[in-house]
């Protein structure tokens, strides 16, 4: 088979932190597929085919993607952040196991790319500055409890922990739950952040205690991230305070 | 004060890795300070001072950038990977807290690049696939208790792992010690992958389980991603296998 999948990751949204080797796979690509706001990100070229389709998605768009590319396309799938960090890398290599054996022989590539998570804890200093998770809210593919108990191993054991997919429409309350668990575990003045549309012409950031932190301050683009114990505020003067977590830790049993 | 503070993460090697905002960086310092392997990767640029130092000085080396940032320099310290994971940005907030009170009238911007465990991760399909954790094994800064409380949480809870730092000539039982650990948790047959020097001309990725893995198969450069009881080996013909950790999962209890 002459085609080729790369699944790409975009960066949170600021062309300055897309790589060139994502933007060498998007000039190569005749065909782009991803959720709308993602592809239109990518740069306009003449004959490249866009295959735009919702954000949930996941897996048939893989299966799109990888029959495209088996009948000798050049596909780009296309994620926010980084590809492997609950974006599309992981759905495509399912329907690769589920799928056409065939598809075993195809030439795919994931390109890396800049993580939300990682652009909003440099944006606030180093939030994420040592030890650190990411778990994903949803509990579309995995039970609530599961998500409840990351929460609480995580912080029990001093992660600092990056908090994806916090909004939904579906299960509201959900976000509330996850800061009443962590608020069981943690100082009620560990900083909380409210990350929304980081690096992007809208971006807010949005820094307070675990004590306030509240499920309306978050939509479908933020990222809440959740500090331990040490993480610390550097108060300075005219302007929104730096927030970092220390290299440095104690035992915390 | 004029100066300015840039702490950038590089990317895990190859340039291709590394943003524009990276390199627009880079081209406005008239200093730039770090370990000598990263320096060494920005493009020569006429009269741009370069101080080398030893890796184990973050802080001290900290200091230094902010005192020629004081004095009006524009500075560039330059962390491999992202400089927020287990790089120079949290030594830096550190520095500043500690540190001259007006230094937090400075300028300082922190560039994100691309981890190299999402590198790793994308090199070998997704093998962060979901929930994951990152874990700095020395316990220069921290007690071994801790590192061990930390992995058993992660490994207990379902998360994936990349292990930084596995390597110490100075506590070489630290890693087996790890892996003695995870074995009590994980089943023998969870995927481990030795990663060394990722995008980089002598790149070397180990593929492996748990049960077979061992220390003498990291050196200084290499990462350690350790799966979950879900991450799965994708076979394919004439190539090593694709590797990746699903995004659905029961619960582990």
Chains 1, 2 share one sequence.
Not at 162 to 169: G, T
């Amino acid at each position: 088979m002459s085609g080729k999948l790369f699944i790409i990751g975009l960066g949170p949204g600021d062309a300055g932190m897309r790589t060139p080797q994502a933007d060498a796979a998007l000039a190569q690509a005749s065909d782009l597929v991803g959720y709308g706001p993602y592809v239109a990100r990518a740069p306009e070229r003449e004959g490249q085919v866009r295959h735009i389709s919702d954000n949930r998605e996941e897996l048939g768009r893989a299966r799109h993607a990888l029959e495209m590319a088996a009948a000798g396309r050049i596909v780009a799938v296309l994620s926010a952040g980084d590809a492997g960090v609950f974006g599309m890398a992981s759905a495509v290599f399912e329907a690769i196991e589920q799928g056409d054996p065939a598809w075993r022989g195809l030439d795919v590539e994931v390109v890396a790319g800049v993580s939300a998570m990682f652009a909003a804890s440099a944006r606030l200093g180093a939030f994420l500055g040592h030890d650190f998770c990411a778990i994903s809210l949803s509990d579309n593919l995995k039970p609530w409890a599961l998500v409840l108990r990351r929460l609480r191993a995580a912080a029990e054991s001093g992660f600092a922990i990056a908090l994806y997919n916090p909004h939904s429409k579906a299960r509201p309350w959900q976000l509330d739950a996850a800061f009443a668990l962590l608020g069981e575990v943690l100082p009620p003045r560990t900083p909380v952040v409210f990350a929304t549309a980081i690096s992007r012409a809208d971006e807010r950031v949005q820094i307070m205690t675990l004590a306030d932190a509240e499920s309306s301050r978050a939509d479908m683009r933020t990222l809440v991230l959740v500090g331990t114990a040490t993480t610390r505020l550097v108060e300075r003067p005219d302007a929104e305070p730096w927030v970092y977590t220390p290299r440095f830790a104690e035992d915390v049993s």
